[in-house]
């Protein structure tokens, strides 16, 4: 029987802000118990292992990770989409490391397919590129390089990862001007040759 006043939702919840301050990959039931100050076993009542406690954070960190995107590129298009999608990106990625690696994760078919925060920021990411003239298979190309570039700079920066003394932001701007240059002239004849 489930203890009361310990819901779902709850453990979903406090699991992702533990995930946020102690690291995902340090994320356990155990840890979400002594949140709660309950045994481990009254936990197993919400989620029956660490992996479905790490599911449990992917799906709702994607939910919020979608809603901050969203609002990002609502009415946007373009260079002005892509600004908002990125800085929402590394705002999400910095200020909520553990959720956003979960968002990262490969989750199983069954979890995936029905996470509506993950399909919502997949359709939130095609939208965007959409703006810059992009079908398929280059939208595919330009999601992926996107990913690679965004995910990259911001798991640098939460790990203080870049020495160099020229500010964190102006390079982060200067990024931004080439991923739309790139995008902007993405390399379609090219591929459809091959």
Known sequence: M?????????????????ADSVGL??????????HFGVSDAALYVHVRSRDALIEHVAVRAAATFADTLAIAVAGRAGRQALVGFADAWR??????????????????????????????????????????????PALTDAMRFVRSTFHGFTSLETVDGFGHPRAVDASWQSILDAVHATLSNWPIQKQEQQ
């Open 2 to 18: 489930p203890r009361q006043g310990l819901t779902n939702a709850r453990v979903s919840a406090a699991a992702a802000e533990l």
């Open 25 to 34: 990959s340090r994320l356990t039931v155990a840890a979400v118990a002594r």
């Open 91 to 136: 705002a999400f990625a910095v200020t909520h490391p553990g959720q956003y690696a979960a968002t990262q994760l490969q989750l199983p078919p069954e979890v995936g397919t029905r996470s509506a925060g993950h399909l919502r920021m997949i359709e939130l990411s095609y939208a965007m590129l959409r703006g810059y003239g992009l079908d398929e």
